[in-house]
Nanobody
Framework: QVQLVESGGGLVQAGGSLRLSCAAS????????MGWFRQAPGKEREFVAT????????AYTDSVKGRFTISRDNAKNTVYLQMNSLKPEDTAVYYC????????????????WGKGTLVTVSS
């Protein structure tokens, strides 16, 4: 069965960095666009970043542009989210996502979800 397993979350001070990883199994990784979404307490799950099947194209929500970088290694069936200059408002559970559309910018685009990893940014 398809599994997306996130790792790399934790507690970090504002201004610090974390790198999230998502290891995929049970799917042909290279034919799926991948993405990251996040959900803070009391809020809807929101789009963060997405990357095309080949890795040639990326997109980000405005609030993380210039700070976060999504990448993928198709040989390792893994997608990453490098998060720099973290802010308290980045605190959320971060979810890895896979879908067959070119970019994953809506929850409706997602075919498979990971279980999430918690990122907490202290002020």
């Amino acid at each position: 069965q398809v599994q997306l397993v996130e790792s790399g979350g934790g507690l970090v001070q504002a201004g610090g960095s974390l790198r999230l990883s998502c290891a995929a199994s049970g799917l042909t990784f290279s034919v799926f666009a991948m993405g990251w979404f996040r959900q803070a307490p009391g809020k809807e799950r929101e789009f963060v970043a997405t990357i095309s099947r080949s890795g040639d194209n990326t997109a980000y929500t405005d609030s993380v542009k210039g700070r976060f970088t999504i990448s993928r290694d198709n040989a390792k069936n893994t997608v990453y989210l490098q998060m720099n200059s973290l802010k308290p408002e980045d605190t959320a559970v971060y979810y890895c996502a896979a879908g067959v559309v070119p970019f994953l910018v809506l929850r409706a685009h997602v075919n498979y979800w990971g279980k999430g990893t918690l990122v907490t940014v202290s002020s």
